[in-house]
C-alpha cells in the first residue's frame, strides 16, 4: 500500500461503495482494484497537500520529502540505496556483546532490535508505530552515517503479486536487491512457530542463497527464531550464513491489489485494520512469506495489553523510548515525509 496508516480514517470517510466480488485474480478485477487504491492514492496526496500547505514550522510544504516505489527510482538511485546499505553491513555494531553476542555490523543494530521485541510489537496496538520509527532510524542511519541522499524506497506488492521473481526488486539485476534463492529440490516444508501458532510452509522456487548485490561479502549474522535450525541465545548469538530467498507465487496471491481494497473496505476501524492486516491470509503475511527464506523467520508469544497515546515503544540502543503520541502522523513529530 503507498497511502500510509495516518491518513487511513481520512479514507474510511471517503471510500465509494466496493463490490463484495474482490479477491479473485482475473484481470478485470484487479484492474478495477488498482483504480480504486490510485483514487485513494489522489485522497492521500491531497490531505498530505492540504496539512502541509500553511504549516510554517514543523513538516511543511517546503521540507516535505517523499517515499518512492522501488520500480520508480532511477538505477543511479537504486545502486545509490544498495551501496548505503552494503556500508551499514560493514560498520562496527554499536551493540555491546554481552547484550548481542552475534552482532558483527551496524545494520545487525537493527536485526537485533527487531528480534527483542517481537514479542511486543505484533498483534498489539504497536505493530504499525514501533515499525514505522524503526524505518525512520534505518532511513537516519543511511543517511548520516553513509552518505545516502535519498529516503527509504518501498516495494508495492500489488505490482508484482503475480511473480515477484519478476519485479525490479528480486529480479537480481545490480539494481535489484538480489533474486530469488538458487532452487533446491527435494526439500521438505518449513515449520514455523509464530505468534502462538505452527504452520508448515511447503517449499517454493527457490529456497537456497540468492545472487546479485548482496551474495558477494554479505553476511546475514542473526537467527533464525522461528524455524529449525535455530539460531544460538534465542537468535542474538552468532550464526552466519548466506542471505536465502524461497519466492512463493502461492502466498505472494494475497497481496493482489483486490486484497488491498477488500483490507481498506471492511475494516471499518483501526483494530480491525490492525487484526486484518495482521492475519495469517492477510497482505502482511503474503509480504514475508512470499519471500520465504529469511522472510519466514518470526516467533511465537501471546499479544501484549492495550496500548494509549502514552505508551512507551522501546528501541533498544537505537533511540530514546517513544510515546506512540508522537508516531502517530508522517507530517508530525520526528517525521516529515510521505509516499508516493
Known amino acids: 500500500m503507498r497511502f500510509t496508516i495516518f491518513s487511513y480514517f481520512f479514507l474510511l470517510a471517503n471510500i465509494p461503495f466496493i463490490s463484495a466480488g474482490y479477491g479473485h485474480g482475473h484481470d478485470n478485477t484487479q484492474a478495477e482494484a488498482s483504480k480504486q487504491i490510485d483514487k485513494w492514492q489522489d485522497q492521500y496526496d491531497q490531505y498530505i497537500k492540504t496539512s502541509t500547505k500553511h504549516q510554517r514550522v514543523g513538516c511543511t510544504s517546503q521540507n516535505i520529502v517523499y517515499r518512492q516505489e522501488w520500480g520508480s527510482l532511477s538505477e543511479r538511485s537504486r545502486k545509490d540505496y544498495i551501496k548505503a546499505v552494503q556500508c551499514l553491513q560493514s560498520k562496527p555494531p554499536r551493540s555491546t556483546k554481552e547484550d548481542v553476542p552475534g552482532a558483527r555490523s551496524r545494520y545487525d543494530d537493527f536485526s537485533a532490535t527487531h528480534i527483542k521485541v517481537t514479542p511486543y510489537v505484533h498483534f498489539s496496538g504497536l505493530f504499525l508505530h514501533f515499525h514505522r520509527y524503526l524505518v525512520y532510524l534505518y532511513e537516519k542511519a543511511l543517511r548520516k552515517e553513509c552518505g545516502y541522499k535519498g529516503y527509504q524506497p518501498y516495494w508495492d506488492w500489488t505490482l508484482s503479486w503475480e511473480d515477484p521473481r519478476k519485479s525490479s526488486i528480486f529480479n537480481g539485476s545490480p539494481t535489484s536487491m538480489g533474486s530469488n534463492g538458487a532452487f533446491i529440490p527435494n526439500r521438505t516444508s518449513t515449520t514455523i512457530s509464530a505468534f502462538g501458532i505452527t504452520l508448515d510452509i511447503p517449499p517454493a522456487t527457490g529456497g537456497g542463497c540468492i545472487s546479485g548485490p548482496f551474495s558477494t561479502n554479505y553476511t546475514v549474522n542473526l537467527g533464525p527464531i522461528a524455524y529449525a535450525p535455530y539460531g544460538p541465545d534465542h537468535g542474538l548469538g552468532y550464526n552466519p550464513r548466506c542471505l536465502s530467498r524461497d519466492i512463493s507465487t502461492v502466498w505472494s496471491n494475497n497481496t493482489k491489489p483486490s486484497d488491498v481494497v ?73 517525521f516529515c515525509y510521505a509516499y508516493l
Do not use: W
Not at 492486516?277 to 519466514?296: N, P, R, T
Open 262 to 334: 477488500k483490507l481498506i473496505k471492511r475494516s471499518l476501524d483501526l483494530g480491525t485494520f490492525d487484526t486484518n492486516l495482521e492475519a495469517l491470509d492477510g497482505v502482511h503475511a503474503g509480504g514475508h512469506f512470499s519471500m520465504g527464506g529469511l522472510g519466514l523467520d518470526a516467533y511465537a508469544t501471546p499479544p501484549s495489553a492495550n496500548i494509549t497515546l502514552d505508551t512507551l515503544v522501546d528501541f533498544g540502543i537505537l533511540a530514546p523510548k517513544q510515546k506512540i503520541s508522537s508516531l502517530i502522523s508522517t507530517i508530525d513529530g520526528a
